[in-house]
C-alpha cells in the first residue's frame, strides 16, 4: 500500500513524499530508519477503491489456497524473502480479503513472528492441519517442500469435492425444469381449463380430474401447505445443527445406499491423505491423529480417529484398532495399514490408499452419473406425458361437442 507522508528532517526542513508499506506502522518504521520525524502519514486511496471494497464478502475457495501455497512454494524455493514473497502475492490475488489478510501476514512476520504462527492468525481459512505443516517445515528447513506438499493436498481435496458438486448438477437441473413446468401447467393453464369444462357437459378424463382437484387444493389451502414445509425445513436444519441432530445426520448419510459408498470413499481418502502429509513433514502418529480427527467433519469418522489416537497413545497399532470397525474401514485399508506399520514406509501407504480411492470415487460418480441421466429422462418424459394428457384431452373432448 502507498501513504502520502509529511515529515521534519533533523535541520528542521519539512519533507513531503510517498512510501509502499504494507501497513502505515510499518511505512512509519520504514520512514524512522531515515532519521526523519513523521507528522503525517496517510494511505493513498486509488480512485475506484470504494467500489472494490465491496468484494470482501467473497468466498476463499480451496483453488484459491492451493495456488496461493503453491506460488508461495515455489518463492521460498527460490530464495526470495518471506515477506517479499507474501507481498508479491498479495498484488496478484483479486479478492480484496484474501488480499488483505496476505498483507496483514506479511505485516506480522515482518515484525518479527514466525510464519506459521501469522497464518494461525486467521484459522477460519488456514487450519490447524495447515498450521502443523507449516510449523513443521520450519523446523526441518524445508518450508518450501512442506508447501508444495500442502498445495497437492489441497488441490487433491478440491478434485474429489467438486467431482461430487458436478455429478449433482444434472439432477438438480432437471428436477428444477420438471417443478417450473408442473407450476406453469397448474397456475397457467388449469384455471382456463377448469372455466372450458364449467361451460360444457363433457365429462372430463381422470388425469385432469385429479389435476383439477389438485388445482383447487392448492388455490384453498396452498399457502398452509406452504407454511407448514418453510416450518418443517426450519426445523429439520435448526435439529441437525445440534450436536445429536449432528450425529445422526453424519451417520445417516453413511447409511444412504450409493451415496454412503461414496461418502465413505471420500472419508478414508482424507483420512488417509492428512496422515500420510502429516508423517511425512516429521510429525509423530499421535500428532497426526489429533490433528487429522479435526479436518475431518464426519461425526463418526472423527470418533473413530480420536479413538484410534487413544489406543495409539497406549501402545497399539493403528490397523488393530480400525479393524474394529469394519462398516466403515473395509478390508483392504486394514492389510494396506498393516504393510506400512511392518515396513516402516506407513506414509507411502497412505497416498496408495488415496490413489486408489481416488479413482473408485470417479469411477462410481461417472456410473451414476450414466446411469441417473436416462432415468430422469423417463420420468420428466412420463410426467410431461401425463401433464399434456391432462391438458389436451378436456380440449379435445370440447372441440368434439361442439
Avoid at 426450519?234 to 459408498?261: N, S, W
Avoid at 479436518?295 to 472423527?302: A, L, M, P, R, S
Avoid at 469411477?363 to 420420468?379: G, Q
Wanted: glycine letters at 4%; proline letters at 4%.
Amino acid at each position: 500500500m502507498k501513504y502520502f507522508y509529511q515529515a521534519r528532517a533533523k535541520d528542521g526542513k519539512i519533507e513531503k513524499g510517498t512510501v509502499e508499506a504494507s501497513s502505515k506502522e510499518a511505512a512509519a518504521l520504514l520512514l524512522q530508519k531515515y532519521d526523519i520525524f513523521v507528522t503525517s502519514l496517510v494511505e493513498d486511496v486509488p480512485p475506484g477503491i470504494l467500489f472494490k471494497k465491496v468484494s470482501i464478502g467473497q468466498k476463499i475457495s480451496k483453488k484459491d489456497l492451493a495456488i496461493f501455497f503453491r506460488q508461495l512454494a515455489v518463492m521460498l524455493g527460490s530464495r526470495v524473502p518471506v515477506v517479499q514473497s507474501l507481498k508479491s502475492l498479495a498484488v496478484q490475488t483479486s479478492k480484496e480479503n484474501f488480499k488483505e489478510k496476505i498483507l496483514k501476514i506479511a505485516q506480522l512476520v515482518e515484525e518479527g513472528r514466525p510464519m506459521s504462527d501469522a497464518f494461525a492468525e486467521y484459522p477460519e481459512i488456514f487450519s490447524s492441519f495447515y498450521i502443523n505443516l507449516m510449523k513443521s517445515g520450519e523446523a526441518s528447513g524445508k518450508i518450501s517442500e512442506s508447501l508444495f506438499y500442502l498445495s497437492d493436498h489441497i488441490e487433491r481435496e478440491h478434485d474429489i469435492t467438486s467431482q461430487v458438486k458436478n455429478a449433482m448438477i444434472y439432477p438438480i437441473f432437471v428436477i428444477s425444469v420438471l417443478v417450473v413446468v408442473v407450476l406453469i401447467v397448474m397456475f397457467g393453464v388449469m384455471p382456463r381449463i377448469a372455466d372450458l369444462l364449467k361451460e360444457t357437459t363433457t365429462k372430463p378424463p381422470l388425469f385432469t380430474t385429479l389435476m383439477l382437484g389438485f388445482y383447487s387444493f392448492l388455490q384453498n389451502y396452498g399457502w398452509i401447505l406452504l407454511i407448514a414445509f418453510f416450518l418443517m425445513v426450519a426445523f429439520i436444519i435448526a435439529y441437525f445443527r445440534t450436536q445429536e441432530g449432528r450425529k445422526k445426520y453424519d451417520k445417516l448419510l453413511l447409511d444412504v445406499p450409493f451415496l454412503g459408498d461414496v461418502l465413505k470413499k471420500v472419508y478414508l481418502i482424507r483420512f488417509a491423505e492428512s496422515v500420510s502429509t502429516l508423517i511425512f513433514a516429521g510429525l509423530s502418529i499421535n500428532e497426526t491423529l489429533k490433528i487429522t480427527a479435526d479436518t475431518i467433519e464426519n461425526y463418526v469418522y472423527k470418533n473413530i480417529v480420536k479413538e484410534t489416537e487413544e489406543s495409539v497413545s497406549k501402545g497399539d497399532k493403528m490397523s488393530s484398532i480400525l479393524q474394529t470397525h469394519p462398516k466403515y474401514v473395509p478390508p483392504f485399508v486394514i492389510q494396506m495399514l498393516e504393510v506400512g506399520e511392518e515396513t516402516g514406509k506407513l506414509d507411502k501407504t497412505l497416498m496408495e490408499i488415496v490413489n486408489f480411492y481416488q479413482k473408485e470415487v470417479k469411477r462410481a460418480v461417472e456410473v451414476f452419473t450414466s446411469m441417473l441421466e436416462p432415468v430422469l429422462i423417463i420420468i420428466l418424459g412420463v410426467i410431461v406425458s401425463l401433464l399434456a394428457i391432462s391438458v389436451l384431452s378436456p380440449l379435445y373432448g370440447a372441440l368434439s361437442a361442439i
